[in-house]
């Protein structure tokens, strides 16, 4: 394996592909982040290849939690236990780790992401760029790095960084979209508009950790799944480890036990107990009047990471 931080080699870029999961009711999510240096990415493109050429009957054009059934789980368990293997080397070779956290809805909108926000929105107002819907979830992105990034690289590297989130609504052709900005000069000149958001990371980032390493990134995208099978994983991810978390507080049914299997496949033990502390199980009756049991954040503090490698 080549060593990615040391000279003579050129340090490579790293991509952290970040996906999340959310708790019924809205009270809380879960995201997947998952760090890897360009490197590593041909190696796991072709694993895949071959896994969908040994199972020809496997349809889907993506890796998706929510398609996760008993005809397919096999081949998400080869997909998943690939993805942990690649983590798993990198984690070996690199101060890398592939994360996932849990946090209330309130926690994620905390005072610094309102501070963030506003001095977003300001920059869009400075250039004269519409409060553009990608504005909230940046900035709630933005915090998550500043709170989790410590737990995702545990070192400061000299590498720089790119941060590939799954799209929301329409952020991805909004990312792609140009926006005005002004040049040295004064002139007005239209950018792709992540090239904005990447600007606004970086600077942000070294206000909020004045007295901590942060790294240089090279690009901030929201980018559509069906592109990106690390971000298919990191969906995968964060969809089963709800489900675990459901498993665990005595929501069993055909699809959490499936899950949960998953999950275990990959990770040793139960969940931990201080976690499920802090999540409640309730009810609701959908449209036809069935009653299901439903998992909810009960802390509006929580706030919690978990490395996986």
């Not at 895949?48 to 368990?77: C, M, W």
């Not at 929105?121 to 410590?150: C, M, N």
């Not at 140009?178 to 904005?196: E, Y």
């Not at 069935?290 to 490395?307: D, Q, T, Y």
């Amino acid at each position: 394996m080549v060593d990615i931080w040391t000279p003579p080699h050129v340090p490579e870029l790293i991509t952290i592909y970040i996906d999340e999961s959310y708790f019924d009711r809205n009270t809380g999510l879960i995201q997947a982040a998952i760090p890897v240096p360009a490197g590593y990415v041909k190696a796991f493109q072709s694993r895949v290849a071959e896994l969908r050429d040994q199972n020809p009957h496997f349809h889907s054009q993506e890796f998706k939690g929510g398609k996760i059934t008993k005809g397919n789980a096999g081949v998400y368990k080869k997909f998943l236990r690939d993805a942990m293997n690649l983590s798993a080397i990198i984690s070996d070779n690199s101060p890398l780790r592939t994360v996932i956290t849990v946090e209330s809805t309130q926690s994620s909108r905390s005072n610094e992401y309102q501070w963030v926000l506003d001095q977003v929105t300001g920059a869009f107002h400075e250039l004269g760029i519409d409060h553009a819907p990608t504005s909230q979830e940046f900035a709630r992105k933005v915090v998550w790095l500043w709170r989790y990034l410590k737990d995702i690289c545990c070192r400061p590297v000299k590498n720089s960084f790119r941060v590939i989130v799954d799209e929301k609504y329409r952020d991805a052709d909004e990312c792609r979209s140009l926006k005005p900005t002004l040049n040295t000069n004064g002139v007005v000149i239209r950018w792709p508009h992540w090239k904005h958001l990447t600007n606004f990371l970086n600077t942000l980032l070294k206000e909020m950790r004045p007295k901590h390493w942060a790294p240089h990134v090279a690009e901030f995208r929201f980018e559509k799944s069906q592109g990106s099978l690390f971000l298919q994983a990191a969906d995968v991810l964060a969809n089963i480890f709800y489900n675990a978390m459901k498993y665990g507080k005595g929501i069993v049914d055909d699809n959490t036990t499936l899950k949960y299997e998953l999950f275990r496949s990959f990770m040793d033990g139960p969940l931990d107990s201080r976690l499920l502390n802090e999540l409640d199980v309730t009810t609701r009756a959908d449209s036809h009047g069935i009653v299901h049991k439903c998992l909810v954040c009960a802390n509006p503090a929580l706030k919690c990471s978990m490395r996986l490698i």
